[in-house]
């Protein structure tokens, strides 16, 4: 078993990994994030895992009826509708394997689904036509947006940071290598030969 928080894996989150990552093949930069997922998302606070582990141990032992256990881990399921009233939330849950469905209700529920990273797409929409193939909002290597020259002057741009997994690599959506990639946007946008500098 791989330990989250060892030097060894947090190489990957490296600044100097980006380039290497940048400059490799869509098809490697693919495998190379499918590798390392579980590296960046996989992570889990191994004293809590022990308590909640204790707990349903616990809990087991005290009650026979897994009806009326305090705490469950509902497993290959999906919610299929939710329904708010006076005395809390009912949740209806579907079973993916088999199909059946069963109301569980509770009192407070709390949504941790995650989150996709293309919040951009749409805020920046109206300007889709001023990209440089009008559709994608292609990132260079200095996190600008690669526009169309002949349509945006030179010294104007838009940069994009926490988005850019797919050309960027795994540390892109981490707070660890912020200040980086805030001193490349900054050398790239104010003028740094390095970084394509615009002034």
Request: net charge negative; with cysteine.
């Amino acid at each position: 078993m791989s330990n989250n928080t060892s030097n060894s894996v947090n190489e990957i989150f490296d600044a100097d990994q980006v380039d290497t990552f940048y400059s490799s093949t869509a098809a490697q930069r693919a495998a190379t994030i499918s590798g390392n997922r579980a590296t960046n998302y996989g992570v889990v606070r191994g004293a809590l895992l022990q308590e909640i582990y204790d707990d349903l141990y616990i809990q087991r032992l005290h009650q026979s009826d897994e009806q009326k256990w305090l705490h469950r881990i509902e497993k290959y399921c999906e919610v299929v509708a939710a329904q708010a009233n006076d005395d809390g939330v009912e949740l209806v849950v579907r079973d993916v394997n088999h199909g059946t469905k069963e109301t569980l209700r509770f009192d407070a529920v709390v949504v941790a689904a995650g989150y996709k990273r293309n919040m951009h797409e749409e805020i920046l929409d109206p300007v889709r036509g001023l990209t440089a193939d009008g559709e994608h909002f292609g990132v260079r290597r200095d996190y600008s947006v690669e526009m169309s020259r002949d349509k945006v002057n030179e010294t104007a741009g838009i940069w994009l940071q926490g988005c850019n997994e797919s050309s960027h690599g795994l540390a892109d959506t981490l707070l660890s290598i912020l200040a980086v990639r805030g001193g490349e946007m900054v050398k790239s946008i104010f003028g740094d030969e390095r970084y394509g500098g615009r002034v």
